[in-house]
């Protein structure tokens, strides 16, 4: 069984900051893909981006894209989501999710291609 745990949400002003972590538990994360996904209040859960298990291909949403950045640490089982001149539209609970097949060569932005989730972390940000 597989754990992810997200961490570094918060609350900040439009145009701030914040740096999202998902530690993975288990051997294989270096195999897997993995996304980062949100659920605002009343709203479905969208995809945000994604990143391949080498690290060779990564993908946005069109509403992040030049703003945010995917990134993972094997050694530390560890995928990054720096959020940079956030909006209050950016504004929701944030979950990470690791792809259900390994050594896909392409990113993946549906949800259900992700097998595993987190318990979501919060991001509140004002205008």
């Known amino acids: 069984q597989v754990q992810l745990v997200e961490s570094g949400g918060g609350s900040v002003q439009a145009g701030g900051s914040l740096r999202l972590s998902c530690a993975a538990s288990?051997?294989?994360?270096?195999?897997?893909?993995m996304g980062w996904f949100r659920q605002a209040p009343g709203k479905e859960r969208e995809f945000v981006a994604a990143?391949?298990?080498?690290?060779?291909?990564?993908y946005y949403a069109d509403s992040v894209k030049g703003r945010f950045t995917i990134s993972r640490d094997d050694a530390k089982n560890t995928v990054f989501l720096q959020m940079n001149s956030l909006k209050p539209e950016d504004t929701a609970v944030y979950y990470c999710?690791?792809?259900?097949?390994?050594?896909?060569?392409?990113?993946?932005?549906?949800?259900?291609?992700?097998?595993?989730w987190g318990q979501g972390t919060q991001v509140t940000v004002s205008s």
């Open positions: 288990g051997r294989t994360f270096s195999m897997y893909g």
């Open positions: 990143i391949t298990w080498n690290g060779g291909s990564t």
């Open positions: 999710g690791r792809d259900k097949n390994y050594y896909t060569d392409y990113a993946r932005v549906n949800s259900r291609e992700y097998r595993y």
